[in-house]
Protein backbone atom coordinates (compact mmCIF):
# COMPACT_ATOMS: atom_id res chain seq x y z
CA UNK A 1 0.00 0.00 0.00
CA UNK A 2 2.63 2.73 0.63
CA UNK A 3 3.50 4.91 3.40
CA UNK A 4 0.54 7.35 3.91
CA UNK A 5 2.44 10.42 2.42
CA UNK A 6 2.51 8.08 -0.69
CA UNK A 7 -0.58 7.16 -0.56
CA UNK A 8 -1.85 10.85 -0.09
CA UNK A 9 0.40 12.11 -3.03
CA UNK A 10 -1.04 9.59 -4.93
CA UNK A 11 -4.49 10.90 -4.45
CA UNK A 12 -3.55 14.65 -4.81
CA UNK A 13 -2.25 13.31 -8.48
CA UNK A 14 -5.46 11.63 -9.11
CA UNK A 15 -8.37 13.85 -7.77
CA UNK A 16 -7.58 17.69 -8.23
CA UNK A 17 -10.27 19.29 -6.32
CA UNK A 18 -12.28 22.48 -8.01
CA UNK A 19 -11.08 25.35 -7.02
CA UNK A 20 -13.49 26.85 -4.50
CA UNK A 21 -14.20 30.46 -5.99
CA UNK A 22 -16.51 31.96 -2.71
CA UNK A 23 -19.35 30.49 -0.78
CA UNK A 24 -22.34 31.40 -3.12
CA UNK A 25 -20.76 28.38 -5.39
CA UNK A 26 -20.69 26.53 -2.24
CA UNK A 27 -24.26 26.93 -1.19
CA UNK A 28 -24.92 25.48 -4.84
CA UNK A 29 -23.07 21.84 -4.08
CA UNK A 30 -25.00 22.31 -0.78
CA UNK A 31 -28.72 23.29 -1.17
CA UNK A 32 -28.83 22.73 -5.34
CA UNK A 33 -30.41 26.40 -5.67
CA UNK A 34 -29.33 27.40 -8.88
CA UNK A 35 -31.66 30.23 -9.41
CA UNK A 36 -30.62 34.27 -9.40
CA UNK A 37 -33.98 35.90 -8.75
CA UNK A 38 -37.74 35.52 -7.61
CA UNK A 39 -40.72 36.26 -9.80
CA UNK A 40 -42.30 38.77 -8.22
CA UNK A 41 -45.08 40.84 -9.20
CA UNK A 42 -45.75 44.00 -9.30
CA UNK A 43 -47.93 45.91 -6.49
CA UNK A 44 -48.87 49.50 -5.93
CA UNK A 45 -49.74 48.88 -2.30
CA UNK A 46 -48.32 50.97 -0.05
CA UNK A 47 -45.17 49.52 2.03
CA UNK A 48 -44.00 48.16 -1.03
CA UNK A 49 -40.44 48.40 -1.54
CA UNK A 50 -38.74 49.95 -5.21
CA UNK A 51 -40.13 50.89 -8.19
CA UNK A 52 -43.51 49.34 -9.21
CA UNK A 53 -43.77 47.69 -5.38
CA UNK A 54 -41.21 45.33 -6.27
CA UNK A 55 -38.37 44.83 -4.15
CA UNK A 56 -35.08 46.27 -4.39
CA UNK A 57 -31.92 44.07 -6.04
CA UNK A 58 -29.29 45.80 -3.93
CA UNK A 59 -27.15 43.85 -2.02
CA UNK A 60 -27.88 45.88 0.64
CA UNK A 61 -30.74 45.59 3.01
CA UNK A 62 -34.07 46.04 2.02
CA UNK A 63 -34.50 49.55 4.16
CA UNK A 64 -32.33 52.66 3.67
CA UNK A 65 -32.90 53.12 7.34
CA UNK A 66 -32.61 51.83 10.73
CA UNK A 67 -35.88 52.12 12.81
CA UNK A 68 -35.39 53.61 16.22
CA UNK A 69 -36.37 50.10 18.05
CA UNK A 70 -33.99 50.60 21.34
CA UNK A 71 -32.36 47.51 22.00
CA UNK A 72 -32.15 45.78 18.50
CA UNK A 73 -29.16 47.54 17.31
CA UNK A 74 -25.52 47.75 18.24
CA UNK A 75 -22.93 50.54 17.89
CA UNK A 76 -20.58 48.11 18.51
CA UNK A 77 -21.52 45.26 15.57
CA UNK A 78 -22.22 48.56 13.32
CA UNK A 79 -18.48 50.05 13.70
CA UNK A 80 -16.86 46.26 13.15
CA UNK A 81 -18.73 45.93 9.90
CA UNK A 82 -17.99 48.94 9.27
CA UNK A 83 -13.73 48.35 8.83
CA UNK A 84 -12.42 47.17 5.34
CA UNK A 85 -13.23 43.62 4.94
CA UNK A 86 -11.69 41.35 2.04
CA UNK A 87 -12.81 38.23 0.17
CA UNK A 88 -9.60 36.89 1.06
CA UNK A 89 -10.85 34.19 3.15
CA UNK A 90 -12.26 32.46 0.13
CA UNK A 91 -9.99 29.41 -0.85
CA UNK A 92 -8.54 29.27 -4.11
CA UNK A 93 -7.26 25.86 -3.94
CA UNK A 94 -7.99 22.95 -1.49
CA UNK A 95 -5.69 20.82 -3.03
CA UNK A 96 -6.36 17.03 -2.33
CA UNK A 97 -7.73 15.18 0.70
CA UNK A 98 -4.76 15.27 3.07
CA UNK A 99 -2.78 17.80 1.51
CA UNK A 100 -3.62 19.93 4.93
CA UNK A 101 -6.94 19.71 7.04
CA UNK A 102 -6.83 20.35 10.79
CA UNK A 103 -9.36 20.91 13.45
CA UNK A 104 -9.63 22.45 16.84
CA UNK A 105 -9.61 21.29 20.57
CA UNK A 106 -13.06 23.04 21.50
CA UNK A 107 -16.00 24.02 18.92
CA UNK A 108 -16.17 27.52 20.43
CA UNK A 109 -14.16 30.04 23.13
CA UNK A 110 -14.55 33.25 24.65
CA UNK A 111 -11.84 35.93 24.29
CA UNK A 112 -8.71 34.97 26.69
CA UNK A 113 -8.73 31.43 26.16
CA UNK A 114 -6.60 29.62 24.08
CA UNK A 115 -7.53 27.14 21.39
CA UNK A 116 -5.54 24.16 19.80
CA UNK A 117 -4.72 23.30 16.04
CA UNK A 118 -3.94 19.88 15.76
CA UNK A 119 -2.87 20.28 11.45
CA UNK A 120 -1.84 17.51 9.14
CA UNK A 121 -0.43 18.81 6.00
CA UNK A 122 2.44 17.66 3.14
CA UNK A 123 3.59 20.85 2.97
CA UNK A 124 7.09 21.89 4.75
CA UNK A 125 5.10 24.50 6.56
CA UNK A 126 1.83 26.36 6.66
CA UNK A 127 0.17 29.54 8.53
CA UNK A 128 -3.57 30.27 10.22
CA UNK A 129 -5.21 33.06 9.00
CA UNK A 130 -8.29 34.08 11.40
CA UNK A 131 -11.33 36.08 9.90
CA UNK A 132 -14.48 37.02 11.44
CA UNK A 133 -17.19 36.46 9.26
CA UNK A 134 -19.71 39.10 8.74
CA UNK A 135 -21.12 41.70 6.36
CA UNK A 136 -17.81 43.98 5.52
CA UNK A 137 -18.99 45.80 2.75
CA UNK A 138 -20.58 42.59 1.19
CA UNK A 139 -17.27 41.09 1.12
CA UNK A 140 -18.14 38.47 3.81
CA UNK A 141 -14.84 38.25 6.52
CA UNK A 142 -12.58 40.33 7.92
CA UNK A 143 -8.95 39.24 8.89
CA UNK A 144 -8.29 39.65 12.71
CA UNK A 145 -4.95 37.62 13.17
CA UNK A 146 -2.05 35.89 11.36
CA UNK A 147 0.34 32.87 12.60
CA UNK A 148 4.28 33.21 11.69
CA UNK A 149 4.80 29.76 9.96
CA UNK A 150 4.57 26.38 11.70
CA UNK A 151 6.22 23.30 10.88
CA UNK A 152 4.20 20.92 8.70
CA UNK A 153 3.45 17.33 9.56
CA UNK A 154 2.18 14.76 7.99
CA UNK A 155 0.47 13.20 11.00
CA UNK A 156 -1.25 9.80 11.15
CA UNK A 157 -4.28 8.22 9.91
CA UNK A 158 -7.70 8.06 12.06
CA UNK A 159 -8.39 5.53 14.84
CA UNK A 160 -11.65 4.05 14.30
CA UNK A 161 -14.23 1.76 16.33
CA UNK A 162 -15.55 -0.95 14.90
CA UNK A 163 -18.54 -1.38 17.51
CA UNK A 164 -19.81 2.42 16.73
CA UNK A 165 -17.83 3.33 13.47
CA UNK A 166 -16.20 6.37 15.17
CA UNK A 167 -13.25 7.85 13.10
CA UNK A 168 -11.07 10.34 15.31
CA UNK A 169 -7.58 12.14 14.79
CA UNK A 170 -5.20 11.37 17.78
CA UNK A 171 -2.86 14.40 16.25
CA UNK A 172 -0.44 15.89 18.03
CA UNK A 173 -1.09 19.45 18.77
CA UNK A 174 0.27 21.98 15.72
CA UNK A 175 0.05 26.05 16.93
CA UNK A 176 -2.27 27.75 19.48
CA UNK A 177 -4.52 30.28 18.45
CA UNK A 178 -4.79 33.06 21.26
CA UNK A 179 -8.70 34.06 21.42
CA UNK A 180 -7.54 37.88 21.69
CA UNK A 181 -9.56 40.60 23.72
CA UNK A 182 -10.53 42.13 21.00
CA UNK A 183 -12.40 39.57 19.07
CA UNK A 184 -15.92 40.07 18.79
CA UNK A 185 -17.93 37.13 19.29
CA UNK A 186 -19.43 35.83 16.24
CA UNK A 187 -18.47 33.27 13.61
CA UNK A 188 -14.89 32.97 12.61
CA UNK A 189 -13.16 30.65 9.32
CA UNK A 190 -9.28 29.71 10.46
CA UNK A 191 -8.03 29.39 7.19
CA UNK A 192 -4.65 27.05 6.78
CA UNK A 193 -2.55 28.30 4.43
CA UNK A 194 0.10 25.30 3.31
CA UNK A 195 3.67 26.73 2.09
CA UNK A 196 2.85 24.82 -0.88
CA UNK A 197 -0.20 26.66 -1.81
CA UNK A 198 -3.30 23.78 -1.19
CA UNK A 199 -6.01 25.77 1.84
CA UNK A 200 -8.55 24.52 3.86
CA UNK A 201 -10.95 25.99 6.49
CA UNK A 202 -11.56 24.77 10.15
CA UNK A 203 -14.55 26.98 11.70
CA UNK A 204 -14.15 28.23 14.98
CA UNK A 205 -17.05 30.34 17.31
CA UNK A 206 -16.00 33.11 19.71
CA UNK A 207 -19.02 33.38 22.51
CA UNK A 208 -19.38 35.56 25.66
CA UNK A 209 -21.59 33.94 28.25
CA UNK A 210 -22.16 37.14 30.04
CA UNK A 211 -23.60 38.52 26.72
CA UNK A 212 -27.12 40.09 27.32
CA UNK A 213 -27.59 40.66 23.14
CA UNK A 214 -30.88 40.83 21.70
CA UNK A 215 -29.90 37.85 19.59
CA UNK A 216 -28.48 34.74 19.90
CA UNK A 217 -27.43 32.97 16.89
CA UNK A 218 -26.52 29.30 16.99
CA UNK A 219 -23.69 27.18 14.67
CA UNK A 220 -25.62 23.96 14.59
CA UNK A 221 -22.13 22.09 14.79
CA UNK A 222 -24.06 18.66 15.72
CA UNK A 223 -25.40 19.15 12.20
CA UNK A 224 -22.02 19.60 10.51
CA UNK A 225 -20.93 16.45 12.63
CA UNK A 226 -23.84 14.65 11.94
CA UNK A 227 -22.70 14.66 7.96
CA UNK A 228 -19.00 14.70 8.66
CA UNK A 229 -17.60 11.77 6.68
CA UNK A 230 -13.91 12.23 7.68
CA UNK A 231 -11.91 9.28 8.23
CA UNK A 232 -14.94 7.00 7.18
CA UNK A 233 -18.03 7.26 8.63
CA UNK A 234 -20.59 9.67 9.12
CA UNK A 235 -23.86 8.78 11.15
CA UNK A 236 -25.09 8.24 7.40
CA UNK A 237 -22.57 6.41 5.77
CA UNK A 238 -19.06 4.41 6.17
CA UNK A 239 -17.03 3.73 3.17
CA UNK A 240 -14.44 1.06 3.13
CA UNK A 241 -15.70 0.23 6.44
CA UNK A 242 -17.01 -2.88 7.99
CA UNK A 243 -20.58 -1.22 9.24
CA UNK A 244 -23.39 0.51 7.16
CA UNK A 245 -23.13 4.05 9.14
CA UNK A 246 -21.45 5.67 12.55
CA UNK A 247 -23.28 5.36 15.65
CA UNK A 248 -21.06 7.97 17.39
CA UNK A 249 -19.25 10.72 15.98
CA UNK A 250 -16.32 12.85 17.20
CA UNK A 251 -15.28 16.71 17.08
CA UNK A 252 -11.38 14.85 17.08
CA UNK A 253 -11.21 15.16 13.74
CA UNK A 254 -11.24 17.95 10.51
CA UNK A 255 -14.32 18.41 8.95
CA UNK A 256 -14.66 16.36 5.36
CA UNK A 257 -13.63 18.38 1.58
CA UNK A 258 -16.91 19.12 0.49
CA UNK A 259 -17.34 22.72 1.85
CA UNK A 260 -13.74 22.93 2.18
CA UNK A 261 -13.63 22.01 5.74
CA UNK A 262 -16.41 24.22 7.23
CA UNK A 263 -18.85 21.65 7.53
CA UNK A 264 -22.11 23.20 6.45
CA UNK A 265 -21.24 27.08 8.05
CA UNK A 266 -20.48 28.88 4.22
CA UNK A 267 -23.62 27.21 2.60
CA UNK A 268 -26.03 26.81 5.45
CA UNK A 269 -25.27 30.08 8.10
CA UNK A 270 -23.31 32.68 6.27
CA UNK A 271 -25.54 34.10 4.86
CA UNK A 272 -27.88 35.11 7.11
CA UNK A 273 -25.13 35.83 9.42
CA UNK A 274 -23.85 38.55 6.85
CA UNK A 275 -27.66 40.13 7.20
CA UNK A 276 -27.60 40.42 10.60
CA UNK A 277 -24.42 42.11 10.22
CA UNK A 278 -25.34 44.48 7.58
CA UNK A 279 -28.30 45.79 9.85
CA UNK A 280 -26.13 46.19 13.04
CA UNK A 281 -28.28 43.99 15.29
CA UNK A 282 -27.23 43.60 18.62
CA UNK A 283 -26.33 39.97 18.44
CA UNK A 284 -24.32 36.97 19.80
CA UNK A 285 -23.06 33.82 19.41
CA UNK A 286 -22.77 30.22 20.14
CA UNK A 287 -22.94 26.68 19.39
CA UNK A 288 -25.19 23.54 19.67
CA UNK A 289 -22.47 22.48 21.98
CA UNK A 290 -22.93 25.61 24.23
CA UNK A 291 -26.61 25.72 23.86
CA UNK A 292 -26.55 22.28 25.64
CA UNK A 293 -23.99 22.58 28.65
CA UNK A 294 -25.65 26.22 29.14
CA UNK A 295 -29.46 26.15 27.89
CA UNK A 296 -30.24 28.55 30.61
CA UNK A 297 -28.46 31.59 29.21
CA UNK A 298 -30.75 31.58 26.33
CA UNK A 299 -33.09 33.41 28.89
CA UNK A 300 -30.65 36.23 28.48
CA UNK A 301 -32.11 37.05 25.20
CA UNK A 302 -35.02 38.02 23.12
CA UNK A 303 -34.46 35.80 20.24
CA UNK A 304 -32.38 32.27 19.51
CA UNK A 305 -31.89 31.97 15.74
CA UNK A 306 -31.12 28.40 14.16
CA UNK A 307 -30.04 28.30 10.93
CA UNK A 308 -30.41 26.68 7.57
CA UNK A 309 -29.94 23.23 8.68
CA UNK A 310 -30.27 22.40 12.49
CA UNK A 311 -31.48 18.98 12.93
CA UNK A 312 -29.47 16.75 15.90
CA UNK A 313 -30.06 18.73 19.15
CA UNK A 314 -29.97 16.78 22.60
CA UNK A 315 -32.64 16.79 25.23
CA UNK A 316 -31.11 18.98 27.02
CA UNK A 317 -30.78 21.39 24.22
CA UNK A 318 -34.93 21.09 23.53
CA UNK A 319 -35.50 21.41 26.39
CA UNK A 320 -33.68 24.62 27.00
CA UNK A 321 -35.40 25.86 23.99
CA UNK A 322 -39.00 24.98 25.25
CA UNK A 323 -38.27 26.87 29.17
CA UNK A 324 -36.92 29.93 27.26
CA UNK A 325 -39.68 29.78 24.76
CA UNK A 326 -42.16 29.48 27.62
CA UNK A 327 -40.47 33.17 29.52
CA UNK A 328 -41.08 34.49 26.14
CA UNK A 329 -37.94 34.27 24.19
CA UNK A 330 -38.71 34.48 20.41
CA UNK A 331 -37.28 31.51 18.55
CA UNK A 332 -36.14 31.73 14.76
CA UNK A 333 -36.17 28.65 12.83
CA UNK A 334 -34.95 29.42 9.34
CA UNK A 335 -34.19 25.62 7.69
CA UNK A 336 -36.44 22.83 7.56
CA UNK A 337 -36.03 19.17 9.04
CA UNK A 338 -34.49 21.29 12.57
CA UNK A 339 -34.95 19.64 15.87
CA UNK A 340 -35.33 16.18 14.29
CA UNK A 341 -33.13 13.68 15.82
CA UNK A 342 -32.31 13.70 19.09
CA UNK A 343 -28.32 13.32 20.40
CA UNK A 344 -26.72 12.87 23.56
CA UNK A 345 -23.19 13.60 23.92
CA UNK A 346 -20.28 11.69 25.43
CA UNK A 347 -16.20 12.71 26.35
CA UNK A 348 -13.40 11.78 24.02
CA UNK A 349 -9.78 11.31 25.03
CA UNK A 350 -10.39 14.99 23.56
CA UNK A 351 -12.48 16.63 26.04
CA UNK A 352 -15.90 16.93 27.09
CA UNK A 353 -19.25 16.16 25.02
CA UNK A 354 -17.03 15.83 21.93
CA UNK A 355 -18.87 12.67 20.62
CA UNK A 356 -22.18 12.94 19.38
CA UNK A 357 -24.31 10.10 19.92
CA UNK A 358 -27.19 8.92 17.49
CA UNK A 359 -28.24 4.91 17.03
CA UNK A 360 -31.37 6.21 15.59
CA UNK A 361 -33.25 3.05 17.53
CA UNK A 362 -34.14 1.52 20.62
CA UNK A 363 -30.97 -0.40 20.32
CA UNK A 364 -29.55 2.15 22.51
CA UNK A 365 -28.01 1.05 25.30
CA UNK A 366 -28.75 3.66 27.67
CA UNK A 367 -32.48 3.07 26.85
CA UNK A 368 -32.33 0.65 29.21
CA UNK A 369 -31.29 3.38 32.72
CA UNK A 370 -32.75 6.60 31.26
CA UNK A 371 -35.48 5.94 28.31
CA UNK A 372 -35.64 9.90 27.74
CA UNK A 373 -32.33 10.77 26.61
CA UNK A 374 -32.85 7.59 24.08
CA UNK A 375 -31.60 8.88 20.33
CA UNK A 376 -34.67 8.65 18.93
CA UNK A 377 -36.27 10.66 16.22
CA UNK A 378 -37.92 13.33 19.16
CA UNK A 379 -41.22 12.00 17.41
CA UNK A 380 -40.67 8.44 17.98
CA UNK A 381 -40.99 6.51 21.53
CA UNK A 382 -39.48 6.23 24.02
CA UNK A 383 -39.04 10.14 23.56
CA UNK A 384 -42.23 11.10 22.12
CA UNK A 385 -41.69 14.85 21.77
CA UNK A 386 -42.61 15.89 18.35
CA UNK A 387 -40.84 18.49 16.87
CA UNK A 388 -43.90 20.32 15.86
CA UNK A 389 -44.55 21.05 19.83
CA UNK A 390 -41.99 23.24 19.69
CA UNK A 391 -41.69 24.90 16.15
CA UNK A 392 -45.10 25.19 14.96
CA UNK A 393 -44.62 22.41 12.00
CA UNK A 394 -42.48 19.38 11.46
CA UNK A 395 -40.05 17.85 8.51
CA UNK A 396 -42.18 15.57 5.87
CA UNK A 397 -39.96 14.24 3.28
CA UNK A 398 -36.60 14.80 0.65
CA UNK A 399 -35.70 16.08 -1.27
CA UNK A 400 -37.66 18.63 -3.28
CA UNK A 401 -37.36 21.50 -5.51
CA UNK A 402 -40.46 24.09 -5.53
CA UNK A 403 -41.86 27.34 -5.38
CA UNK A 404 -42.65 29.27 -2.49
CA UNK A 405 -46.41 29.99 -2.85
CA UNK A 406 -48.03 33.07 -0.78
CA UNK A 407 -50.93 33.11 1.33
CA UNK A 408 -51.35 35.15 3.40
CA UNK A 409 -50.06 38.53 1.83
CA UNK A 410 -51.28 40.95 4.62
CA UNK A 411 -49.77 39.53 7.47
CA UNK A 412 -46.45 41.45 9.13
CA UNK A 413 -44.20 39.18 8.08
CA UNK A 414 -44.72 40.47 4.32
CA UNK A 415 -44.33 44.22 4.75
CA UNK A 416 -42.72 46.14 2.29
CA UNK A 417 -42.54 43.16 -0.31
CA UNK A 418 -45.30 43.97 -2.11
CA UNK A 419 -45.93 40.43 -2.51
CA UNK A 420 -49.84 39.00 -3.35
CA UNK A 421 -51.82 36.07 -2.51
CA UNK A 422 -50.98 33.30 -4.71
CA UNK A 423 -47.93 34.60 -6.16
CA UNK A 424 -44.91 32.27 -6.75
CA UNK A 425 -41.25 32.99 -5.25
CA UNK A 426 -39.37 31.13 -7.61
CA UNK A 427 -37.49 27.64 -5.95
CA UNK A 428 -37.41 28.49 -2.13
CA UNK A 429 -38.48 25.06 -1.16
CA UNK A 430 -36.16 22.67 -0.96
CA UNK A 431 -34.42 20.04 -0.60
CA UNK A 432 -35.72 19.53 2.39
CA UNK A 433 -39.26 20.19 3.76
CA UNK A 434 -41.33 20.59 6.77
CA UNK A 435 -45.60 20.63 6.75
CA UNK A 436 -47.95 22.31 9.27
CA UNK A 437 -50.84 19.59 9.91
CA UNK A 438 -53.25 19.96 12.54
CA UNK A 439 -52.50 16.71 14.27
CA UNK A 440 -49.42 16.46 14.58
CA UNK A 441 -49.50 17.52 18.51
CA UNK A 442 -48.57 21.09 17.88
CA UNK A 443 -50.18 24.53 18.56
CA UNK A 444 -53.31 24.97 16.64
CA UNK A 445 -53.17 28.35 16.51
CA UNK A 446 -50.30 28.48 13.96
CA UNK A 447 -50.71 31.73 11.41
CA UNK A 448 -49.92 29.88 8.16
CA UNK A 449 -47.54 32.75 5.89
CA UNK A 450 -46.91 30.70 2.50
CA UNK A 451 -48.58 27.64 1.76
CA UNK A 452 -46.33 25.85 -1.35
CA UNK A 453 -47.46 22.61 -3.30
CA UNK A 454 -44.88 20.29 -3.73
CA UNK A 455 -44.04 15.94 -4.87
CA UNK A 456 -41.36 14.17 -3.05
CA UNK A 457 -40.74 10.72 -3.90
CA UNK A 458 -44.21 10.34 -5.62
CA UNK A 459 -46.68 12.18 -3.26
CA UNK A 460 -48.04 15.44 -3.18
CA UNK A 461 -48.23 17.27 -0.06
CA UNK A 462 -47.67 20.91 0.99
CA UNK A 463 -44.56 22.89 2.67
CA UNK A 464 -45.30 25.42 5.11
CA UNK A 465 -43.88 29.24 6.59
CA UNK A 466 -45.48 29.12 9.29
CA UNK A 467 -45.61 31.04 12.84
CA UNK A 468 -47.83 30.90 16.34
CA UNK A 469 -47.46 32.91 19.65
CA UNK A 470 -46.91 31.18 22.75
CA UNK A 471 -49.02 31.77 26.07
CA UNK A 472 -45.54 33.69 27.00
CA UNK A 473 -45.92 36.02 24.12
CA UNK A 474 -42.68 34.30 22.70
CA UNK A 475 -43.13 34.10 18.87
CA UNK A 476 -42.00 31.31 17.07
CA UNK A 477 -41.33 31.33 13.02
CA UNK A 478 -40.18 28.80 10.67
CA UNK A 479 -39.49 28.99 7.07
CA UNK A 480 -39.92 25.29 6.23
CA UNK A 481 -37.45 24.98 4.17
CA UNK A 482 -33.73 24.23 3.54
CA UNK A 483 -32.85 26.72 0.63
CA UNK A 484 -34.37 29.94 2.84
CA UNK A 485 -30.92 30.81 3.99
CA UNK A 486 -29.19 30.48 0.51
CA UNK A 487 -31.25 33.14 -0.85
CA UNK A 488 -30.44 35.72 1.27
CA UNK A 489 -27.05 35.70 -0.50
CA UNK A 490 -25.65 39.14 -1.65
CA UNK A 491 -26.53 38.90 -5.20
CA UNK A 492 -23.06 39.65 -5.90
CA UNK A 493 -21.65 36.42 -5.32
CA UNK A 494 -20.51 33.74 -7.63
CA UNK A 495 -24.10 31.69 -8.73
CA UNK A 496 -25.91 33.66 -6.33
CA UNK A 497 -29.50 32.72 -5.45
CA UNK A 498 -30.22 35.86 -3.84
CA UNK A 499 -34.27 36.56 -3.52
CA UNK A 500 -35.07 40.49 -2.15
CA UNK A 501 -38.37 39.18 -0.74
CA UNK A 502 -36.47 36.85 1.21
CA UNK A 503 -34.13 39.36 2.49
CA UNK A 504 -37.39 41.53 3.38
CA UNK A 505 -39.27 38.67 5.37
CA UNK A 506 -36.07 37.62 7.56
CA UNK A 507 -34.91 41.42 8.65
CA UNK A 508 -38.83 41.91 9.48
CA UNK A 509 -38.83 38.46 11.60
CA UNK A 510 -35.31 39.93 13.21
CA UNK A 511 -36.67 43.26 13.94
CA UNK A 512 -39.86 42.27 15.24
CA UNK A 513 -38.07 39.44 17.41
CA UNK A 514 -35.64 41.85 19.17
CA UNK A 515 -38.22 43.83 20.39
CA UNK A 516 -38.83 41.18 22.68
CA UNK A 517 -42.27 38.66 23.14
CA UNK A 518 -42.87 39.28 19.84
CA UNK A 519 -46.89 37.85 20.07
CA UNK A 520 -47.45 41.22 21.98
CA UNK A 521 -47.51 43.20 18.49
CA UNK A 522 -47.90 40.58 16.47
CA UNK A 523 -50.36 37.68 18.36
CA UNK A 524 -50.48 34.87 15.46
CA UNK A 525 -54.01 34.76 14.14
CA UNK A 526 -54.75 31.13 13.26
CA UNK A 527 -55.84 31.07 9.06
CA UNK A 528 -54.68 27.30 8.22
CA UNK A 529 -58.43 25.64 8.06
CA UNK A 530 -59.96 25.31 4.83
CA UNK A 531 -56.14 25.42 3.02
CA UNK A 532 -55.82 22.82 0.46
CA UNK A 533 -54.39 19.43 2.25
CA UNK A 534 -55.52 20.64 5.62
Same mark, same amino acid.
Not at 251 to 257: L, T
Not at 375 to 388: I, K, Q
Not at 413 to 429: K, N, P, R
Given at each position: ???????????????? !????????????? @??????????????? /? $???????? /??????????????????????????????????????????????????????????? #????????????????????????????????? %?????????????? *???????? #?????????????? $??????????????????????????????? @????????? %? +? *?????????? &??????????????????????? $?????????????????????????????????????????? =?????????????? *??????????? =?????????????????????? #????????? !?????? &??????? !??????????? !??????????????????????????????????????????????????????????????????????????????????????? +?????? &?????? $?????? *??????????? #??????????? %???????????? @?????? &???????????
Amino acid at each position: MGSRLERVQQRRRQRR !RYTVLGFGLVVLV @AVGAFVFASRVAPNE /S $AGAVGTRG /SVSTSSSTTTTTQPAVTGVYSRLVSEENARPGTAAWRLSDQGAPGDIEGFTDATSAQPG #EIVTLRVSTVAPSFTVEAYRMGWYQGLGGRLVW %TSPAVPGQLQAGPT *WSEETGTA #EARWDPSVEVPILD $AWMPGSYLLKLVASTGQQRWVPLTVRDDAST @AAYAVMNAV %T +T *WQAYNRWGGC &SLYHCSDRGADRATVVSFDRPYD $AVAGGSGDFVGNELPLIMRVEELGLDVTYLTSVDLHQRPELL =ARHKGLVSLGHDEY *WSKQMRDGAEQ =ARDAGVNLMFLGANAVYRQIRF #EPSPGGVDR !RVVNYR &SGADPIR !RVDPAQTTVSF !RESPVNRPEATLIGQQYECNPVRADLVVTDPGAWVWAGTGVTAGQHLEIVVGSEYDRFRPGDGGPRNVQVFAHSPVRCRGKASYADV +TYYTAP &SGAGVF $ATGTNY *WVSKLNPPEFP #ESPYNPVIVRV %TQNVLLAFGEGP @AGAAHP &SVPNWEGLPGL
